[in-house]
């Protein structure tokens, strides 16, 4: 889903994105979209959050958020619904990628289209331990090499930048 949507708000807006693992979607270092997925049976259920004409956020936010319209060059409302659009068009290829090529290919893509996924100093939000990013598994788990030199998938939960200040 994290594909599907950088390419959608790309289509729809001309702003390029950056996927942080495992369910955000950047502009910059700014939050501009999460993913909530839930496995059910043989089912995923996916909620896909998008800010598209918000103006300002509020204070506090672990990470510092923007919006499309707050990106794009003449600040003007962008469509939710050309937004919509080009979400479902965009997870219907991502669906077709999946079911014709397999994982794998999921998995490369991500990792082709996020700065997190390999060499990015982080931090881990569950214990706070701080590492090197060294590519995802073949289950798409985020793989860290740690200061103290082992490397452990991390399964659960999400990384920072180290120069984050959170």
Same mark, same amino acid.
């Given at each position: ?18 996927? !942080? ?5 950047? &502009? @910059?270092?700014?939050? +501009? ?6 496995? &059910? ?20 936010? !672990? /990470? ?17 619904? /050309? ?7 965009? /997870?219907?290829?991502? +669906?077709?990628?999946?079911? +014709? ?5 999921? &998995? ?13 100093? $982080? +931090?881990?939000?569950?214990? @706070?331990?701080?590492? $090197? ?19 452990? !998938? $991390? ?7 180290? /120069?984050?200040?959170?």
């Amino acid at each position: 889903m994290g594909l599907a949507t950088a390419e959608a708000i790309e289509k729809a807006a001309n702003l390029s994105c950056d996927l !942080r693992w495992p369910n955000d979607v950047l &502009i @910059g270092e700014q939050k +501009v979209a999460g993913i909530l997925t839930h496995l &059910i049976s043989e089912w995923v259920v996916a909620g896909v959050g998008i800010n598209v004409n918000q103006e300002s956020f509020g204070p506090g936010l !672990r /990470t510092p958020a923007t919006s499309l319209r707050q990106e794009s060059r003449n600040k003007e409302m962008i469509s939710r619904e /050309t937004v919509l659009v080009e979400l479902l068009g965009a /997870t219907e290829r991502a +669906v077709d990628l999946l079911q +014709v090529k397999g994982p794998g290919a999921i &998995i490369q893509a991500f990792a082709r289209a996020s700065s997190y996924a390999l060499s990015r100093r $982080v +931090v881990i939000e569950e214990n @706070g331990g701080r590492g $090197v990013t060294a590519g995802l598994d073949e289950q798409g788990f985020l793989l860290v090499t740690f200061d103290d030199g082992r490397t452990e !998938r $991390v399964t659960a939960g999400g990384v920072r930048s180290a /120069t984050d200040k959170s």
